[in-house]
């Protein structure tokens, strides 16, 4: 792929080696005692619906920060380069790429056959053009504009080659540049004055399929590129996707994505739960398939510089005053692990020496909230301390709530209460309440889980002081923030997943965050869908390109 070599091209060509091979192969393995396995070539042509949990709030994939929006928005999307199984990269849109010996200057050879679905050509302009418009519209690119902190211009040298030059060298790039959110959109797409937020035609980029239309509250359509020839190398096939069209159907309640692929309303459903699985694994007509744990857990991330959590006792009172494995597998059913690093457990920079070093301590919990002079008790049992209650909000935006994730932390709110008086408010906001307080820096805790599957950039992300949740904190732990930042200057080696290791131990020890779980998506189809898989990038399933559906007798 790269004919020359240096230190720091290998620093800047290997995020993580995860062990993503999980998503593929145990999805296949899973499938392999169903009909699936009866048909051995493909079928072009036909529709099919997906029923899923949550609705985008925003299809534009530089404005995205909800996962569950990233495979839909694939569809339509692609990148630069491709994120394989082993954790290195291949081509997608650029067929090479050469790193400076310094690591600031990243030079990309692309495809010349490439075109948007609107018939403009993507070319090294129409890259230069997206990353400008991240950069410009920074205040409503955050999601994108953070992966692109030391990005500093776009060289436009040819048509064909364009080199991305950044103000010091970063470990996560080509993690960056194989995220969805720095896809391609048309420069005329970005160019125009329509809400890409809100979906439908207007939003226009190179993928398999083009975004036909979209009823808010009900679903989504995608109908096939017949031009598209330039799949990532993760993919199944090359060419034009199989289907003809593919629907998102919204279906929030789990009850009714089971109903609606058991009578044959939909053909595939994500977010199958643990009551449901038995309905469908290993019944005639069905599969039911999960994909990987490498990216991150489902984390409590707790505001520690604002009060009462400013105070490390209260955290770790917080983190160590409930039976998390209980509840993990009352809620789950054995279908999750519990977690002990924010990072997922099939991730190779997982720090797996957490296990067993903190939770479930309640002695030691009211001990601390004790010397943290909450020592008086109000008439509903919580603790107070100069006639104030101890109390703190999780904040969970309603469009983000899917896999029983509420339920968990009610659960979590039961136990803290009688176990140690810790009031734990579960509010239920919206996506711009959340906006404006992330914005402004008032939240308390965030509870959430992380695509990036590399270690440091997911670790950036949400404990760095300008990622994701931090950037309008004044006064982040330094020692955390330098080590972070530290890590991603590191060539990946020895060296920096040592340091990942010890920023994990530190992100636990002073409960700046609390894991809760390792998800996985958990997936059930009728037997006759085919080509089921899931991006090692995004963690989750890919898009529909390489699904395709047998014919049935009859």
Known sequence: MNPRFSPLLAMATAAVAVVATLALSGCEKSAANTEQQAASHPVS????????????????????????????????????????????????????????????????????????????????????????????????????????????????VSPTVVTIVLKQPDSTTLESLSSVKLGFLSPQSLASNTDLCAGGPGLVGTGPFVFQRYQRGQSATFVRNPHYNWAPGYAQHQGAAYLDQVTYRF?????????????????????????????????????????????????????????????????????????????????????????????????????????????????????????????????????????KRLSIEVGYPQPYVRDSRDVLIRAMQSELRQNIGLDLRLHINTAGDFANEKATGIWSIYPNTDNPSDVAMELW????????????????????????????????????????????????????????????????????????????????PTSSYDLWVAHTAG
């Not at 009060?307 to 209980?326: Q, S, T, Y």
């Not at 950037?471 to 590191?490: G, K, M, S």
Request: net charge negative.
């Open 45 to 156: 042509g036909g529709s099919l619906t997906w029923g899923v949990t949550t609705e985008p709030v925003c299809f534009d994939p530089h404005r995205a920060s909800q996962q569950n929006a990233f495979f839909l928005i694939r569809n339509f999307v692609d990148s630069l380069i491709a994120k394989k199984a082993d954790g290195n990269y291949g081509p997608w849109l650029a067929k090479s790429w050469q790193v400076s010996d310094d690591g600031k200057r990243y030079t990309f050879t692309l495809r010349d056959d490439v075109t948007f679905t609107d018939g403009t050509p993507f070319n090294a302009r129409a890259v230069k053009a997206n990353f400008d418009y991240i950069i410009k519209n920074a205040s409503t690119t955050s999601a994108s504009a953070s992966l692109l902190v030391q990005y500093d211009h776009t060289e436009v």
């Open 251 to 387: 279906l929030p309640e789990a009850s009714v994505r089971t109903g609606a692929l058991s009578s044959g309303q939909v053909d595939l459903i994500e977010g199958v739960q643990p009551t449901d699985i038995t309905v469908f694994d290993k019944a005639e007509g069905f599969q039911y398939l999960t994909g990987p744990s490498a990216a991150t857990s489902f984390t409590l991330n707790v505001n520690y510089t604002a009060a009462p959590a400013d105070d490390v006792r209260v955290r770790r009172a917080l983190r160590d005053g409930f039976d998390l494995d209980a509840i993990v597998k009352s809620v789950y059913l054995g279908t999750v692990q519990r977690a002990w690093s924010d990072i997922g457990p099939d991730n190779a920079d997982y720090n797996a020496s957490l296990k067993g070093t903190w939770g479930n301590r309640v002695a030691e919990a009211n001990k601390l909230l004790d010397e943290a002079g909450w020592t008086q008790r109000d008439a509903d049992g919580f603790r107070t301390r100069n006639g």
């Open 461 to 540: 992300d949400m404990l760095g002081d300008k990622g994701f949740l931090y950037n309008a904190i004044p006064n982040p732990d330094r020692t955390i923030v330098t080590e972070i930042n530290q890590a991603r200057l590191l060539p990946v080696g020895p060296q920096r997943r040592a340091l990942l290791a010890k920023i994990q131990q530190r992100a636990v020890d002073q409960a700046f965050i609390v894991p809760l779980f390792a998800p996985a998506y958990h997936l059930a189809a009728k037997s006759t869908v085919h080509g089921i898989g899931f991006e090692p990038e995004l963690d989750s």
